[in-house]
């Protein structure tokens, strides 16, 4: 028999099956909505660094099932998801334990339930402060030029963070140094401080910040250990010797010592100045000695400097050195002095003590006396000086420069011959005096003018560079510290070749010429040096036709009786030896026009119309020749012979029908002509004559138009020989009607 328990255990599995598998007694589902959602902080929507905070959820969902739905919770900071629980509660939250900076932001929550979501209001969480750095020192103990490293952290909050220490000497007012690093991805940071020769007992300060949105929230600041500085060596200290007062000729000793630690690491340098001067330096040991006989001018303050990389040490004194005498001074008579002029030195020191004296030029003595005395050359030139001593203090005076110069020669003046001076090119004019002391200022001259000026420290030429234009001519002068006036040179005259730079060609009298009359073309150039070629061109012409030389601005060329042959385009080119080959100056193109003189044109005009009168004469002559011989040959071939009459009558009667027959308008000697046969000229020809009687009805003079009559024509048949022109000709005596 089983336990009670596990009989109940069984009945609750058959109800909880019976549930799964019909999930709704009506056969319906369960309908969900979610009617509200909002966020509650807790304590308060702004809290201090290091409180606790909750952030709850809360929502409200209603539904027709008799238990409460599974739904999600999304928390959000910032808009990123940070949290994602499934629940069934109305309310779910989360807890954060000592809330910090980086805790602060805009949160919100979501709900999710099956396919339906909604979100709270977005909710500010403010954080205030940030919570306390922690301080740390690699040493408590430090010497003066060492290294002291801080470390400061929030180890509470996340970067990035802003972190400010500062050094800060005991019962100071006041940092000594500020420094600010920014941690972009750790929570602390470490810096480096040195340590100042000042430096006795000294601490840091650590302050951190962080910044959300557009808000800094800055924490407490937080004070290290102290740290005890030690010197590495002490301030330097002088010692002079001798004591008391100090003359010149006296040894002079200058000390300068320190005392170093046995912390140091190094030895530091000591070095001795005079105003700026090192005057001595150690590196090794703990003094830096400065020996010298003491003179006037050794006076002055002294400074001793101890110097490491990070530290410096300084301490002055000033000495003081009795003049032993006073500096000697030198006098000249004059410094400067024409050649051959008289050159006095003396030296001098003021209260007269008795001292040795020595004249100096150039370092160099030329006098043991306080006295000196010369006939100045131009070798006396240079820097003379006074030497005084007493015992082992020698001094020496101020300098004289003394110039002794010599006469200038004439200058002669000059330039390159090898080569001529064309207008527009460069011209280096030199200009020398061969004898006579530098420095020699030139000048350039040009009719009195002055042009140029060159200052030479040598006797080399000044060269002047000029452009002249037209002939010319240059002078030199030239001067010098002697009292003389100036030297002037002797004229240099330059004669330039002015290039040709303009073409011009022109016709005397019209370009319009007449036939027969002269052709004059006159090429001329602008102002150009002689000798020019000049060389006259027909258009399209390679050759010149005509060219000549000549120093003359312009140049002749003529041709008399002039004909339509020299109608046409000319140029000319004009040219000397300053022009390039390739760069021939062309004038401009002229066009010549050449025409008749009247008469000859009206002689002309009666030849050629007695041409045409003589040409229509001939034509019309043939013409009427060619018509008349074509009308009388059908007659003459038509025409009977004439019988050998011998009366009167029979004659008249061939003379009349003879006349009848001709044309109206007929010439005798016309039809005679056209009769003669082509040889009239040669030897007559050899006929034979045939007669034929031909009968011929014609009507009569008094019978009306039907009476017929007959007559007898006799043709006449000559036949020539074979050998002559076979012509044959008949003559025909027709009937009355001339048929």
């Known amino acids: 028999m089983q336990p009670e328990w596990v009989q109940g255990d069984k009945m609750w599995l058959r109800v909880l099956l019976a549930l799964l598998l019909c999930p709704s007694l009506d056969g319906q589902e369960n309908s969900f909505t979610i009617n509200s959602i909002h966020m509650e902080v807790l304590p308060a929507q702004e809290v201090q660094n290091g409180e606790n905070l909750t952030l709850q959820c809360v929502v409200d969902i209603s539904t027709t099932s008799h238990a409460q739905p599974q739904h999600r919770v999304l928390f959000y900071k910032d808009d990123v998801l940070f949290r994602n629980v499934s629940s069934t509660e109305s309310t779910e939250s989360h807890f954060i334990s000592q809330a910090r900076a980086y805790n602060a932001g805009i949160y919100k929550c979501t709900v999710i339930l099956n396919n339906k979501e909604k979100t709270t209001a977005e909710y500010e969480v403010l954080v205030r402060g940030v919570s306390s750095p922690v301080v740390t020192l690699d040493r408590k103990e430090a010497i003066e030029g060492g290294v002291v490293t801080v470390n400061c952290s929030v180890p509470e909050e996340k970067p990035p963070v802003y972190f400010t220490i500062e050094k800060f000497e005991l019962n100071a007012k006041g940092g000594k140094h500020r420094r600010t690093k920014f941690s972009q991805n750790q929570n602390w940071v470490t810096l480096e401080f040195t340590v100042e020769e000042q430096d006795r007992v000294i601490h840091f ?19 290290s250990d102290m740290v005890t500085v030690r010197e590495s060596f002490s301030n330097p200290k ?54 010298v ?70 370092g160099v003595t030329v006098s043991r006396a306080p006295n000196f005395t010369t006939k100045a050359s131009e070798y006396d030139s240079g820097t003379y000086t006074c030497v005084a001593g007493m015992g082992q203090v020698v001094k020496q005076s101020n300098a004289v420069q003394v110039v002794v110069c010599e006469m200038l020669s004439k200058p002669r003046i000059f330039y390159d011959s090898k080569s001529e001076v064309i207008k527009g090119q460069t011209l280096r004019v030199n200009c020398q005096s061969r004898n006579g002391t530098t420095p020699i200022v030139y000048h350039l001259l040009k009719a009195s003018t002055i042009l ?41 005259p330059v004669r330039v070749i002015v290039p040709v730079e303009e073409v011009q060609l022109t016709i005397l009298l019209n370009n319009m010429v007449e036939s027969g009359k002269d052709i004059v073309l006159r090429c001329w150039v602008n102002k150009a040096s002689g000798p020019i070629t000049y060389k006259f061109y027909r258009e399209k012409e390679v050759k010149p036709f ?57 002689l002309i005009a009666v030849v050629v119309i007695g041409v ?9 002559r043939c013409y009427f020749l060619k018509k008349a011989k074509a009308k009388q040959m059908p007659v003459e071939m038509s025409r009977p012979a004439v019988p050998l009459l011998t009366s009167n009558n029979e004659k008249m009667l061939s003379d009349t029908s003879t006349e009848a027959s001709r044309p109206y308008g007929y010439n005798e000697d016309m039809g005679n002509h056209a009769m003669k046969p082509m040889n009239e000229n040669k030897e007559p020809l050899t006929l034979d ?22 007559e007898t024509v006799y043709s006449e048949i000559r036949n020539a020989k074979p050998e002559a022109l076979g012509n044959r000709y008949s003559r025909t005596e027709g009937s009355l009607d001339g048929t």
């Open 293 to 362: 006989m003491a003179m006037v001018e050794h006076s002055g303050n002294y400074t001793c400097k101890v110097e490491t990389s990070r530290i410096s040490k300084v301490n002055s004194i000033v000495v003081n050195i009795t003049e032993l005498f006073s500096k000697p001074k030198l006098e000249s008579s004059a410094t400067r002095l024409d050649q051959g002029e008289s050159l006095n030195l003396w030296c001098s020191i003021p209260g007269a003590p008795s001292a040795n004296f020595s004249i100096q030029k150039d």
């Open 238 to 291: 002088f010692h002079i010797s001798p004591q008391g007062t100090i003359t010149e000729g006296d040894q002079l000793h200058i000390k300068c010592t320190i005392q170093v630690t046995h912390m140091a690491k190094e030895f530091p340098e000591i070095i001795i100045q005079k105003d700026k001067l090192i005057v001595a330096h150690s590196r090794q040991g703990s003094e830096a000695t400065y020996s």
């Open 205 to 223: 300060q650590c302050q951190a910040g962080i910044m959300y949105g557009k808000r800094v929230e800055d924490s407490k600041i937080v004070r």
């Open 452 to 492: 140029e000026s060159r200052r030479m420290s040598s006797r080399e030429p000044a060269v002047f560079q000029q452009n002249p234009t037209e002939d010319t001519e240059y002078q030199c002068a030239s001067d010098n510290c002697h009292s003389h006036q100036q030297m002037t040179s002797e004229p240099l």
């Open 612 to 620: 045409i009168i003589a040409i229509l004469v001939v034509g019309a």
């Open 546 to 602: 005509s060219e000549m030389v000549s120093n003359d601005t312009q140049a002749i060329w003529r041709k008399a009786q002039a004909s339509k042959e020299q109608e046409g385009e000319y140029y000319c080119t004009a040219s000397n030896r300053a022009n390039l080959v390739k760069h021939v100056p062309r004038s401009n193109i002229l066009t010549v026009r050449v025409f008749l003189s009247p008469w000859k044109k009206g």
């Open 689 to 710: 004559v045939e007669y034929t009687e031909v009968e011929v009805t014609s009507p009569e003079p008094h019978e009306g138009p039907g009476m017929k009559g007959t």
